[in-house]
């Protein structure tokens, strides 16, 4: 392909200056990334052969002749005899060039420029050893996480950052919009993480909260996934949660897991080892209604699924956005060829040479 041809498809049109008498213009994959201004008009320049074909009829029937008798084998064709031709097809590509000015083939570069005042969001969530209890395919914690993830993929330009506890909270990620470290950070939570055993909500809160006081959004939202009652830390919850409230911090909670026999690792001869799960919700609804926000309960991967898109509904920032579209016309450059073209068939038929091509 020619150099300047790739340049010109592959970068900003405004970026390379080609003459109008390269022939580049005329290149099948130049003519291919055109936008038409008036395509109709394109549609003229199949009418070119067909007017051809009709002068020639008109000409072989109107003209005049004058009889000659000539023998058979003094009668002589010769390649020079196409050169009669040569006015016809120069005035024709002169009007083909003129029908693909008037189409007015141009380019166009749209950008879109997309932004939103955000929302702050802080995930809270639970990584005590309950969170091991396999109700949740592949397990609770496995399960928040990549709920997680897809929660994060469909946020646009909100800040989000990370919180984690069992028997203590630690902020794993501050407010960020760099959605892939985060989601980084999501992947590699374990149970391993924090040493003290327990379930530390208060401290959680309050962790989530200190990260969330700086930030100048008007919208704030922290989502506190937990499977368990408060078992832990030396700040209460309620507390916590009124503190987070002070600060306009709205309050998801998600209780997470069934009540009753549930499975929870494998006994000696491999088989699932079933345990007894109870959770008292009670703490858990009172976070909500003092952060002005909503109660869940799951049971399964796809209830939980459903709490997340639900949360994603309700927090979502009004994107507005602007499009700039920059239109580059190339008219002139098939015109400039039309006109060499009309003045060239005009010298021939005001000259001498008319005729030696008509004889």
Known sequence: MNKNLKRWLMEDLTSYEIPWYDLFWFAPATLRSYEWDQPLVLYGILLIPILWIIRLITNQLFSQKLPVALQKSQ???SIWNLIRVIPSLIFFLFVTLLLVALARPQKSNE???????????????DISQSMQIEDFKPNRLESAKMTAIDFIDGRFQDRIGLVVFSGDAYSLSPLTTDYSLLKSYIEE????????RGTAIGSALAVATNRMTESDTKSKVLILLSDGDNTAGNIDPIMAARLASSYNIKIYTIAIG??????FGKDFFGRPRMVENTLDETTLREIADIGEGKFYRVSNNTALEEVFSLIDQYEKAEIRESRY???????????YWAMILFIIWLLIKSTFLSNVLQD
């Open 111 to 125: 950008k879109v420029e997309q932004w939103t005042e955000g929302i702050d969001i802080m995930l809270v969530i």
């Open 325 to 335: 579209k920059d239109t580059t016309d190339f008219y002139l450059n098939y015109l």
């Open 189 to 196: 939570i374990n149970f391993d993480m924090i040493e003290n």
């Open 258 to 263: 069934k009540e009753g026999k549930v499975p």
């Open 75 to 77: 009668i002589k064709s």
